[in-house]
């Protein structure tokens, strides 16, 4: 045992160096080892679906993500490292290994001793020093320049997801995570569907997602696809400008930037926002056929923004149209 979790510390200290390397199956020793036993002390997030855990190896760190038991059956975890092991991007956490482990242990049920069957289901990934986006959003004092970079990535993710045939269906910003660098990195795949290679869509019965960045064709469930996906794009990127989820008007936003800008940069830096704000509110249209028609879509108008120069005439009051 203790020879097979010395390998298994070897080959996961490998991935950690050399990104090729595949992810793979982990032994619960190991994850219990290099997290002291699931200590408090190395927590470091937690939700209704798993507590997530710092492992530590050597000078290097990962995250360890343990799931709660029953919050999701057998063909749900398998499911979610089918959608793992076929992402590999910059602009996504990276998928190290799984532990499906299944062991009986002595207990005690109505005074007498039985054997327990304890199930436990664990995620290892690569660890992301900054945080959630969530907490970021909240910085009164958060710089433009990182805002533009970090909607420029979470849309370069998504578009990969999508061209990979994955609709993640639970994308907010908790679910986004910054590296060192501000570089966002989509996470938390548990929720998503992993779609064959003539396959385009699903039909669910059921709520899947989170209420504010769920799209209004998903809040009775409904059909599934790569426009509700952009929905929750939309929100992410009003709150990225506003610090809240609610519309506002493209002015007001306008406003309330213009004294964090750059004089000398002002202009086109205005035109970035004002883009990125009016193509966030297309994303939010209640007829998904009227959100943009991809991911791919909204970069490719980034990308003609930044090419064209702008002037703009300030207004009385300091704006500028």
């Not at 002291?36 to 939700?47: A, C, P, T, Y």
């Not at 979610?80 to 590999?88: A, D, N, Q, S």
Request: glycine fraction near 6%.
């Amino acid at each position: 045992m203790e020879r097979k979790a010395s390998t298994a510390r070897s080959d996961l200290e490998q991935m950690l160096v050399q990104e090729i390397v595949e992810p793979k199956a982990l032994p619960l020793s190991l994850l219990q080892d290099i997290t002291s036993d699931f200590s408090d002390d190395q927590e470091i997030g937690s939700g209704g679906f798993a507590v997530v855990y710092k492992g530590i190896l050597g000078d290097r760190a990962v995250a360890v993500k343990k799931l709660l038991k029953d919050v999701m059956d057998e063909n749900e975890f398998w499911r979610e490292i089918e959608c793992l092991m076929r992402v590999k991007h910059k602009n996504v956490v990276r998928f190290l290994g799984y532990c499906d482990d299944r062991q009986g242990n002595i207990a005690w049920y109505e005074g007498k001793r039985v054997m327990a069957d304890v199930h436990q289901r664990l995620l290892c990934f690569e660890y992301i020093p900054k945080g959630s986006l969530e907490k970021y959003i909240k910085d009164a004092n958060r710089e433009w320049a990182t805002c533009y970079k970090i909607i420029k990535g979470i849309c370069v993710g998504l578009q990969y997801l999508h061209e990979n045939r994955i609709i993640h269906m639970d994308l907010k910003p908790a679910n986004i995570l910054l590296d060192d660098n501000m570089i966002p990195k989509i996470t938390d795949f548990g929720l998503s569907r992993c779609f064959d290679e003539n396959q385009s869509r699903d039909i669910t019965k059921t709520i899947i997602g989170t209420m504010g960045y769920l799209a209004p064709e998903h809040r009775e469930g409904g059909e599934i696809a790569c426009s509700g996906d952009l929905y929750s794009l939309g929100v992410i990127i009003i709150e990225i400008l506003t610090g809240q989820k609610g519309h506002q008007d493209t002015e007001d936003v306008l406003e309330s930037w213009i004294d964090r800008l750059e004089r000398s940069q002002r202009d086109k830096l205005c035109e970035q926002i004002r883009v990125c704000y009016e193509t966030a509110l297309e994303c939010r249209e209640f007829n998904p056929k009227k959100r943009p028609a991809s991911a791919r879509n909204i970069i490719d108008r980034l990308h003609e923004m930044e090419s064209i120069q702008v002037n703009y005439t300030p207004h009385a009051n300091g704006t500028q149209s």
